[in-house]
């Protein structure tokens, strides 16, 4: 099982950079994109609302829960 950001998603659809968002919510560009990569152990709640914020989506817009397949 794993979270699947879908940070890049919810961009193209606002047609929104990555510098942008980073600008707007106050966060470096580098630490939104370690977050947009899957490469974060977990993401402050307050970050999150400040991007649902930003990008006019809910959390479940941006986050994926996948189960692994079982063989």
């Known amino acids: 099982m794993r979270i699947v950001i879908n940070l890049d998603v919810m961009l193209a659809r606002r047609k929104m950079r990555l510098k942008e968002l980073a600008a707007r919510i106050g966060l470096?560009?580098?630490a939104l994109s370690m977050i947009k990569?899957?490469?974060v152990r977990g993401?402050?709640?307050d970050t999150l609302?400040?991007?649902c914020d930003v990008l006019?989506?809910?959390p479940g817009d941006i986050l994926?829960?996948?189960r692994d397949e079982e063989n």
């Open 28 to 30: 470096t560009e580098q």
């Open 37 to 39: 990569t899957n490469k």
């Open 43 to 45: 993401v402050r709640f």
């Open 49 to 51: 609302m400040k991007i």
């Open 56 to 58: 006019d989506c809910q």
């Open 64 to 66: 994926e829960f996948v």
